[in-house]
């Protein structure tokens, strides 16, 4: 069963940074398109962020700029690096691997800002 764990979370205050890490387990990770998601209250999740295997990157456009996603092959972990952060970026952050037909989710970890 293919396992992922989110870290890095917290608590920042407008104009601050957090990096978020995402570890991933039973997975050939080399081979796979990493996402973050995020999900706030009342709202659906949406994507924020994903990488190819290869290394391209796609963004929201509300996080362009200011995020950057990357990736440890050898680690098998995967990063979003969080700049300028704003309070509507408050949400749970999920990573996630689409393998075959199955959407894989890490617990989340939680990004409040707020002053």
């Known amino acids: 069963q293919v396992q992922l764990v989110e870290s890095g979370g917290g608590l920042v205050q407008p104009g601050g940074s957090l990096r978020l890490s995402c570890a991933a387990s039973?997975?050939?990770?080399?081979?796979?398109?990493m996402g973050w998601y995020r999900q706030a209250a009342g709202r659906q999740r949406e994507l924020v962020a994903a990488?190819?295997?290869?290394?391209?990157?796609n963004y929201d456009d509300s996080v362009k700029g200011r995020f950057t996603i990357s990736r440890d092959n050898t680690k098998k972990t995967v990063y979003l690096e969080m700049n300028s952060l704003k309070p509507e970026d408050t949400a749970v952050y999920y990573c996630?691997?689409?393998?075959?037909?199955?959407?894989?989710w890490g617990q989340g970890t939680q990004v409040t800002v707020s002053s």
């Open positions: 039973r997975i050939s990770f080399s081979n796979y398109v």
């Open positions: 990488i190819t295997s290869g290394g391209s990157t």
């Open positions: 996630n691997v689409h393998i075959a037909t199955i959407n894989y």
